[in-house]
């Protein structure tokens, strides 16, 4: 396993999910609701600007590697669902939403992985409309953590909510896009069997 700052931002996104989830679930640090949504705001914040930041580095370092490549998404992934898990708990996210979030996220990595496995990994590379959705969802969901008037105004659990649902819908749409560019080869592989 290499190891350089790109993939040491990428364990410390890893590091800092529980504290994006334990910040609602220890009594013994003291914080109410306000100070909790502030706290888990912060950490899901720079644990998301980690993951610009570590890929960043690795290409403008040419310190990529195939283990950077599986844990990148890992951490990702960890880190969603652990924010929505904790939205769902505190009623701020319909589990429906989380469940599709969720769900994609199993199946496309599923997807990806059998199609690395059969030479075809391109077939379902990351597309724009996936970053999209990735967008909306970062943003949403400190939002939602949060869950408070924003600098008078903006109200986060209105924006939060709308964005996540955004995020849903493309992630919907982005299923059905990579399933339809895997179809072929999925047809291919079966004919051959």
Same mark, same amino acid.
């Given at each position: 396993?290499?190891?350089?700052?790109?993939?040491?931002?990428?364990?410390?996104?890893?590091?800092?999910?529980?504290?994006?989830?334990?910040?609602?679930?220890?009594? &013994?640090?003291?914080?109410?609701?306000? &100070?909790?949504? /502030?706290?888990?705001?912060?950490?899901?914040?720079?644990?998301?600007?980690?993951?610009?930041?570590?890929?960043?580095?690795?290409?403008?370092?040419?310190?990529?590697?195939?283990?950077?490549?599986?844990?990148?998404?890992?951490?990702? +992934?960890?880190?969603?669902?652990?924010?929505?898990?904790?939205?769902?708990?505190?009623?701020?996210?319909?589990?429906?939403?989380?469940?599709?979030? /969720?769900?994609? &996220?199993?199946?496309?990595?599923?997807?990806?992985?059998?199609?690395?496995?059969?030479?075809?990994? +391109?077939?379902?590379?990351?597309?724009?409309?996936? +970053?999209? @959705?990735?967008?909306?969802?970062?943003?949403? /969901?400190?939002?939602?953590?949060?869950?408070?008037?924003?600098?008078?105004?903006?109200?986060?659990?209105?924006?939060?909510?709308?964005?996540?649902? /955004?995020?849903?819908?493309?992630?919907?749409?982005?299923?059905?896009?990579?399933?339809?560019?895997?179809?072929?080869?999925? @047809?291919?592989?079966? &004919? +051959?069997?």
């Amino acid at each position: 396993m290499p190891f350089n700052i790109p993939i040491l931002l990428t364990w410390l996104r890893v590091a800092l999910i529980p504290l994006v989830v334990g910040v609602f679930y220890l009594p &013994e640090i003291g914080l109410n609701r306000f &100070e909790q949504g /502030i706290a888990s705001t912060i950490v899901f914040i720079v644990a998301a600007a980690t993951d610009w930041f570590d890929g960043f580095l690795a290409r403008r370092w040419n310190q990529t590697s195939a283990f950077g490549a599986f844990l990148d998404p890992v951490a990702d +992934k960890l880190m969603v669902t652990g924010a929505l898990l904790v939205l769902v708990h505190l009623g701020r996210v319909h589990p429906v939403i989380a469940f599709i979030i /969720i769900g994609r &996220e199993i199946a496309i990595s599923a997807l990806r992985e059998w199609m690395a496995q059969i030479g075809a990994s +391109k077939s379902v590379a990351v597309s724009s409309l996936g +970053k999209i @959705k990735t967008t909306a969802q970062m943003i949403a /969901i400190p939002m939602l953590l949060y869950y408070d008037t924003l600098l008078g105004f903006v109200d986060t659990r209105l924006w939060g909510a709308i964005l996540l649902f /955004i995020a849903a819908v493309l992630t919907v749409w982005s299923m059905l896009y990579y399933l339809r560019r895997a179809m072929p080869l999925i @047809k291919n592989v079966q &004919e +051959k069997s």
